[in-house]
């Protein structure tokens, strides 16, 4: 249901911008958001967007990440700034409260 896409390696103060493609449910009508997951750790809830674009942030990336959607295509994006090292994680996307189904993911990781 859900496809994530756009991580990679890359260095501190870089920009990455990833993707995640829904399907199978009503996506114009539901709020979205990003989680992510360190290692060792909790995945936690970073960004979400409402279904008419009313956006909310983790303190950890606000100010740095954007939360948008598209409707049409069925995707949500994030758009993530003045990345850290402390940023590196496995990035989801999910309905906002999450569906019991996850993607696979993509990995995110900043480093020099």
Same mark, same amino acid.
């Given at each position: 249901?859900?496809?994530? &896409?756009?991580?990679?390696l890359?260095? *501190?103060?870089?920009?990455?911008?990833? =993707? @995640?493609?829904?399907?199978g449910? +009503?996506?114009?009508? #539901?709020?979205?958001?990003? $989680?992510?997951?360190? *290692?060792? =750790? %909790?995945?936690?809830?970073?960004?979400?967007?409402?279904?008419?674009? %009313?956006?909310? $942030?983790?303190?950890?990336?606000?100010?740095?990440?954007?939360?948008? #959607? +598209?409707?049409? #295509?069925?995707?949500? $994006?994030?758009?993530?700034?003045?990345?850290?090292?402390? +940023?590196?994680? +496995?990035? $989801? @996307?999910?309905?906002? *409260? *999450?569906?019991?189904?996850?993607?696979?993911? &993509? #990995?995110? &990781?900043?480093?020099?």
């Amino acid at each position: 249901q859900f496809a994530e &896409t756009g991580g990679g390696l890359v260095q *501190p103060g870089a920009s990455l911008r990833l =993707s @995640c493609v829904a399907s199978g449910f +009503d996506f114009n009508m #539901r709020s979205m958001a990003w $989680y992510r997951q360190m *290692p060792g =750790s %909790e995945r936690e809830l970073i960004a979400g967007i409402t279904n008419r674009d %009313e956006v909310k $942030y983790a303190d950890s990336v606000s100010g740095r990440f954007t939360i948008s #959607r +598209d409707n049409v #295509r069925n995707t949500a $994006y994030l758009k993530m700034n003045s990345l850290l090292p402390e +940023d590196s994680a +496995d990035y $989801y @996307c999910n309905r906002s *409260p *999450p569906s019991a189904v996850w993607g696979q993911g &993509t #990995r995110v &990781t900043v480093s020099a």
